[in-house]
Protein backbone atom coordinates (compact mmCIF):
# COMPACT_ATOMS: atom_id res chain seq x y z
CA UNK A 1 0.00 0.00 0.00
CA UNK A 2 2.95 2.68 1.07
CA UNK A 3 5.08 1.56 -2.21
CA UNK A 4 1.67 2.35 -4.38
CA UNK A 5 1.10 5.41 -2.61
CA UNK A 6 4.88 6.86 -3.10
CA UNK A 7 4.20 6.24 -6.97
CA UNK A 8 0.92 7.91 -6.92
CA UNK A 9 3.13 10.80 -4.96
CA UNK A 10 6.26 10.58 -7.56
CA UNK A 11 3.61 10.75 -10.46
CA UNK A 12 1.60 14.35 -9.27
CA UNK A 13 5.32 15.72 -8.62
CA UNK A 14 6.22 14.88 -12.04
CA UNK A 15 3.08 16.39 -13.30
CA UNK A 16 3.15 19.27 -11.46
CA UNK A 17 6.69 20.07 -13.19
CA UNK A 18 5.78 19.15 -16.32
CA UNK A 19 2.61 21.67 -16.36
CA UNK A 20 5.36 24.17 -14.39
CA UNK A 21 7.07 23.77 -16.99
CA UNK A 22 4.24 24.06 -19.65
CA UNK A 23 2.94 27.97 -18.25
CA UNK A 24 6.51 28.98 -18.79
CA UNK A 25 7.04 27.87 -21.83
CA UNK A 26 3.53 29.53 -23.00
CA UNK A 27 4.72 32.72 -20.73
CA UNK A 28 8.12 32.66 -22.87
CA UNK A 29 5.81 32.74 -25.99
CA UNK A 30 3.78 35.87 -24.86
CA UNK A 31 6.35 38.40 -23.58
CA UNK A 32 5.70 41.75 -24.69
CA UNK A 33 7.65 42.94 -27.28
CA UNK A 34 9.33 45.86 -25.30
CA UNK A 35 10.91 43.29 -23.62
CA UNK A 36 12.77 41.80 -26.93
CA UNK A 37 13.54 45.41 -28.27
CA UNK A 38 13.77 48.47 -27.34
CA UNK A 39 11.91 51.25 -29.04
CA UNK A 40 13.53 54.85 -29.82
CA UNK A 41 13.65 58.54 -31.39
CA UNK A 42 15.36 61.16 -32.11
CA UNK A 43 14.86 64.60 -33.64
CA UNK A 44 15.99 68.20 -34.13
CA UNK A 45 14.89 72.01 -34.24
CA UNK A 46 15.34 74.54 -36.59
CA UNK A 47 15.43 78.40 -36.09
CA UNK A 48 14.96 80.83 -38.59
CA UNK A 49 17.45 82.58 -40.29
CA UNK A 50 17.93 85.86 -42.14
CA UNK A 51 17.08 86.89 -45.72
CA UNK A 52 20.23 88.65 -46.72
CA UNK A 53 21.72 90.33 -49.87
CA UNK A 54 25.08 88.56 -49.15
CA UNK A 55 26.78 90.57 -52.49
CA UNK A 56 24.95 93.78 -53.57
CA UNK A 57 24.98 95.06 -57.26
CA UNK A 58 28.41 96.92 -58.16
CA UNK A 59 26.80 99.45 -60.43
CA UNK A 60 29.51 100.01 -62.75
CA UNK A 61 31.41 103.55 -64.43
CA UNK A 62 30.11 104.29 -67.48
CA UNK A 63 32.92 105.53 -69.06
CA UNK A 64 33.46 109.42 -70.39
CA UNK A 65 31.30 110.47 -72.95
CA UNK A 66 32.25 113.53 -75.55
CA UNK A 67 29.41 115.70 -76.57
CA UNK A 68 28.67 115.97 -80.15
CA UNK A 69 25.47 118.08 -80.05
CA UNK A 70 22.95 114.76 -80.63
CA UNK A 71 21.75 112.69 -77.82
CA UNK A 72 23.65 109.77 -76.95
CA UNK A 73 23.72 106.60 -74.69
CA UNK A 74 26.82 105.02 -72.62
CA UNK A 75 26.45 101.44 -71.94
CA UNK A 76 28.13 98.45 -69.41
CA UNK A 77 27.96 95.23 -68.09
CA UNK A 78 24.99 94.96 -64.68
CA UNK A 79 27.22 93.89 -61.64
CA UNK A 80 25.86 90.37 -60.04
CA UNK A 81 24.35 90.20 -56.86
CA UNK A 82 23.87 87.52 -54.32
CA UNK A 83 20.66 86.92 -52.22
CA UNK A 84 19.87 84.41 -49.41
CA UNK A 85 17.15 83.57 -47.69
CA UNK A 86 17.69 81.46 -44.81
CA UNK A 87 13.96 82.72 -43.18
CA UNK A 88 12.45 78.98 -43.84
CA UNK A 89 8.84 81.07 -44.09
CA UNK A 90 8.88 80.50 -48.23
CA UNK A 91 7.29 84.04 -48.11
CA UNK A 92 9.69 84.48 -51.57
CA UNK A 93 11.58 87.73 -51.90
CA UNK A 94 11.93 90.96 -54.00
CA UNK A 95 15.11 92.91 -54.95
CA UNK A 96 14.30 96.58 -55.31
CA UNK A 97 16.50 99.93 -56.41
CA UNK A 98 15.44 103.27 -56.15
CA UNK A 99 17.64 106.52 -56.40
CA UNK A 100 18.80 107.83 -52.68
CA UNK A 101 17.47 110.71 -51.12
CA UNK A 102 18.85 111.10 -48.15
CA UNK A 103 20.96 114.06 -47.23
CA UNK A 104 24.14 114.44 -49.18
CA UNK A 105 23.02 111.89 -51.86
CA UNK A 106 21.22 112.56 -55.30
CA UNK A 107 18.60 110.17 -56.72
CA UNK A 108 19.53 111.45 -60.13
CA UNK A 109 23.05 111.74 -62.00
CA UNK A 110 24.06 115.00 -60.90
CA UNK A 111 27.60 117.28 -61.28
CA UNK A 112 30.10 115.59 -58.41
CA UNK A 113 33.25 117.35 -57.69
CA UNK A 114 34.49 114.64 -55.39
CA UNK A 115 33.28 115.93 -52.60
CA UNK A 116 29.53 117.51 -53.01
CA UNK A 117 27.19 117.62 -55.59
CA UNK A 118 26.29 120.75 -58.19
CA UNK A 119 23.36 122.23 -59.69
CA UNK A 120 24.01 120.50 -63.64
CA UNK A 121 21.61 117.44 -63.42
CA UNK A 122 20.04 114.72 -66.01
CA UNK A 123 16.33 113.85 -65.35
CA UNK A 124 15.24 110.55 -63.70
CA UNK A 125 14.97 107.75 -65.34
CA UNK A 126 18.03 108.30 -67.73
CA UNK A 127 19.67 104.68 -66.73
CA UNK A 128 17.68 101.45 -67.70
CA UNK A 129 18.90 97.97 -66.78
CA UNK A 130 18.07 95.40 -69.33
CA UNK A 131 17.92 91.68 -67.66
CA UNK A 132 17.39 89.89 -70.93
CA UNK A 133 19.55 86.62 -70.86
CA UNK A 134 20.27 86.92 -67.10
CA UNK A 135 19.66 84.08 -64.35
CA UNK A 136 20.10 83.39 -60.99
CA UNK A 137 22.75 80.44 -59.95
CA UNK A 138 21.86 78.01 -57.35
CA UNK A 139 24.55 77.92 -54.80
CA UNK A 140 25.97 76.00 -51.72
CA UNK A 141 23.88 73.12 -51.93
CA UNK A 142 21.22 74.96 -52.53
CA UNK A 143 18.01 73.48 -54.35
CA UNK A 144 14.41 74.16 -55.34
CA UNK A 145 12.59 76.99 -57.41
CA UNK A 146 14.81 79.57 -58.90
CA UNK A 147 13.35 83.78 -58.78
CA UNK A 148 13.46 85.26 -61.85
CA UNK A 149 14.56 88.82 -63.16
CA UNK A 150 11.75 91.07 -63.59
CA UNK A 151 13.61 93.71 -66.13
CA UNK A 152 13.29 91.80 -69.19
CA UNK A 153 11.84 94.82 -71.09
CA UNK A 154 13.81 97.24 -69.24
CA UNK A 155 13.68 98.88 -66.04
CA UNK A 156 14.61 102.60 -64.93
CA UNK A 157 17.56 102.21 -62.31
CA UNK A 158 17.38 106.39 -60.89
CA UNK A 159 13.90 106.23 -60.14
CA UNK A 160 11.73 108.03 -57.90
CA UNK A 161 10.44 105.23 -56.64
CA UNK A 162 11.62 101.72 -55.86
CA UNK A 163 11.75 99.13 -58.98
CA UNK A 164 11.47 95.80 -58.64
CA UNK A 165 14.79 93.99 -60.24
CA UNK A 166 14.05 90.53 -59.06
CA UNK A 167 11.79 88.33 -57.10
CA UNK A 168 10.81 84.45 -55.61
CA UNK A 169 7.56 83.53 -55.85
CA UNK A 170 6.09 81.86 -52.57
CA UNK A 171 7.96 78.67 -51.64
CA UNK A 172 11.19 79.87 -54.39
CA UNK A 173 14.12 81.27 -53.89
CA UNK A 174 14.64 79.34 -50.61
CA UNK A 175 18.40 78.93 -50.29
CA UNK A 176 21.29 81.07 -51.46
CA UNK A 177 20.98 82.27 -55.55
CA UNK A 178 23.35 84.55 -57.15
CA UNK A 179 22.89 86.61 -60.59
CA UNK A 180 24.61 85.52 -63.80
CA UNK A 181 24.32 86.20 -67.60
CA UNK A 182 24.00 90.30 -67.68
CA UNK A 183 24.74 91.28 -71.04
CA UNK A 184 27.67 93.50 -71.99
CA UNK A 185 25.68 96.33 -72.39
CA UNK A 186 22.73 95.71 -69.91
CA UNK A 187 23.02 98.67 -68.39
CA UNK A 188 22.41 101.90 -70.55
CA UNK A 189 22.48 105.79 -69.80
CA UNK A 190 20.57 108.21 -72.33
CA UNK A 191 22.30 111.35 -72.55
CA UNK A 192 20.00 114.68 -73.76
CA UNK A 193 21.77 117.11 -76.87
CA UNK A 194 21.60 119.56 -74.16
CA UNK A 195 23.80 118.12 -71.50
CA UNK A 196 26.80 120.60 -70.04
CA UNK A 197 30.30 119.77 -70.10
CA UNK A 198 31.56 119.94 -66.27
CA UNK A 199 35.29 120.04 -66.92
CA UNK A 200 36.97 117.04 -64.61
CA UNK A 201 34.09 116.37 -62.65
CA UNK A 202 31.96 113.79 -63.29
CA UNK A 203 27.79 113.26 -63.25
CA UNK A 204 27.30 110.97 -60.49
CA UNK A 205 24.34 108.95 -58.94
CA UNK A 206 23.88 107.43 -55.67
CA UNK A 207 21.39 103.86 -55.57
CA UNK A 208 19.87 102.20 -53.10
CA UNK A 209 19.60 98.27 -53.49
CA UNK A 210 17.35 96.22 -50.97
CA UNK A 211 16.21 92.77 -50.47
CA UNK A 212 12.46 92.39 -49.39
CA UNK A 213 10.07 89.87 -48.19
CA UNK A 214 7.44 88.71 -50.37
CA UNK A 215 7.02 88.03 -53.77
Known amino acids: MRNKKNHL ?7 RIAVISSVCALAACVLPASALGANDTTQF ?4 GALTLTSAPNYPDLG ?4 NGQAQTLSAQMGNFTVADATGSGAGWNVTVVGDTTTGKSP ?5 NGTSYGSEALAANSLTLSSTGASFA ?3 GTTGT ?3 HSCGSGCFVDAASPVKLASAAVNAGMGTYATSGYGASSLSLVTPSTLKAIGADVYRVDLVTTVNSGP
Request: aromatic share 8%; glycine share 0%.
Open 138 to 140: AQN
Open 45 to 48: SVSA
Open 108 to 112: VFKRW
Open 64 to 67: ALTL
Open 9 to 15: NASARRM
Open 146 to 148: APT
